[in-house]
């Protein structure tokens, strides 16, 4: 089967904070052990030497990775490859490629991998839209491309039976049948950062650490988590390591949302918090995630999954979070909390009380075995076959 894999790609200067690039690196070489032929379109390369790569354009925004496609690029690119398949990774350009297979007489299926979605569903049914992408108004036409992008597709995926709901419930409510289109197809987790839980490694003298290593758009959450911490360091027995994902971002990013920079000097300004970076260094990242105890998930309310939730259970820490949206799916139960309160009292059993904190290292790290690239591979070929 020959796939063309579309992506793009929003932290060009930082790949190792893009979740999209980082699981198409990691898929598209499982992809091609499972007989595919690859072939990826995007700003940056990603696989290894047996994937195809063809450069296209970095949008300047998130607004213009949703409404500039370039439909005589696509149809160029599709002549050239002769896909079996075509996987879109930003949904709204999928009536785009539609658009080009027809002008390039190919008849490939389209599939469409919701990667983010932009609206969440509060307990009580009400539909959200995301305000990462409501800037200027623009959230309500966000949404109505996506729509348009599930009714143009022959396959949808999405990562979560809790995203598969929302996404059901969404094109539900702007008329767009799915039928048989939707396929539940996790993200992979990187085997490089998987470590046995025999390996954790015991509270030092100075206390243990919980690790928060996720975006710090205010759209996460990250004022809750700014008054949670707060609470975590107040008794002095827990320290926090906090993830700048990002560095210095481009002006265009900045322009649009500042909030990360916000963020972080918040919580640099709080006692026991260390603001840390990887650099983009993979193996450094590794490092600063074993040297905690746990970790914290996002109080993000649209979260249909988190790549850095599984970073941290992969390598045998155990992830309190709110209960909300896939992290209450996923997520060990008896880690979940509904106030600051519950939060600290886990986070501190989870320090102090070693016959616990074994127990849910071992179910943190067992929660990602499904989630090989190679499972994941073939679970994305049965979906596009």
């Given amino acids: 089967m020959r796939v063309l894999y579309l992506l793009n790609i929003s932290?060009?200067?930082?790949?190792?904070?893009?979740?999209?690039?980082?699981?198409?690196?990691?898929?598209?070489?499982?992809?091609?052990?499972?007989g595919a032929e690859v072939t990826v379109a995007a700003p940056a390369a990603a696989g290894d030497a047996r994937c195809g790569f063809h450069r296209t354009k970095v949008p300047g925004t998130k607004y213009r990775a949703r409404f500039s496609a370039d439909i005589d690029e696509l149809v160029t690119l599709i002549r050239e490859t002769r896909p079996d398949a075509v996987v879109a990774n930003q949904i709204e350009e999928a009536p785009a490629i539609r658009t080009a297979l027809l002008e390039a007489g190919s008849d490939a299926l389209l599939a469409g991998y919701c990667h983010y979605l932009p609206f969440s569903f509060t307990s009580g049914g009400q539909l959200l839209l995301d305000p990462s992408l409501n800037d200027a108004g623009l959230g309500r036409p966000v949404l109505l491309a996506f729509a348009a992008g599930l009714a143009a597709?022959?396959?949808?995926?999405?990562?979560?039976p809790t995203a598969a709901s929302w996404t059901s419930a969404a094109a539900a409510r702007m008329s767009v049948d799915l039928g048989e289109k939707l396929r539940v197809v996790p993200a992979p987790r990187d085997d490089s950062l998987v470590r046995a839980p025999a390996?954790?490694?015991?509270?030092?003298?100075?206390?243990?650490?919980?690790?928060?290593?996720?975006?710090?758009?205010?759209?996460?959450?990250?004022?809750?988590?700014?008054?949670?911490?707060?609470?975590?360091?107040?008794s002095g027995r827990l320290r926090l390591r906090v993830m700048d994902l990002f560095g210095r971002r481009r002006a265009e990013r900045t322009g649009l949302?500042?909030?990360?920079?916000?963020?972080?000097?918040?919580?640099?300004?709080?006692?026991?918090?260390?603001?840390?970076?990887?650099?983009?260094?993979?193996v450094r990242y590794k490092n600063l995630l074993a040297g905690a105890r746990f970790g914290i998930a996002p109080f993000r309310p649209g979260c249909p999954w988190s790549m850095s939730v599984i970073d941290c259970q992969g390598m045998g820490l155990p992830v309190i979070s709110p209960r909300l949206g896939w992290l209450a799916e996923h997520i060990d139960t008896e880690l979940?909390?509904?106030?600051?309160?519950?939060?600290?009292?886990?986070?501190?059993?989870?320090?102090?009380?070693?016959?616990?904190?074994?127990l849910h290292a071992k179910r943190a790290y067992a929660s990602t075995a499904d989630f090989t690239p190679a499972l994941v591979a073939a679970r994305y070929l049965e979906a596009i076959s």
């Fill in 11 to 34: 932290n060009p200067d930082r790949l190792s904070a893009d979740s999209g690039w980082i699981f198409a690196d990691l898929l598209a070489p499982a992809l091609a052990d499972a």
């Fill in 199 to 234: 390996a954790t490694q015991p509270v030092s003298a100075a206390g243990a650490i919980g690790i928060y290593n996720h975006r710090l758009y205010a759209h996460y959450g990250t004022e809750q988590f700014v008054h949670l911490a707060r609470d975590l360091v107040a």
């Fill in 153 to 160: 597709c022959d396959r949808v995926m999405v990562h979560s």
């Fill in 257 to 282: 949302d500042d909030s990360p920079e916000k963020m972080r000097d918040q919580l640099a300004a709080l006692p026991h918090v260390q603001i840390v970076s990887d650099r983009g260094d993979r």
């Fill in 336 to 358: 979940c909390f509904d106030s600051p309160a519950e939060a600290v009292a886990l986070a501190e059993r989870l320090a102090t009380d070693d016959e616990f904190h074994a």
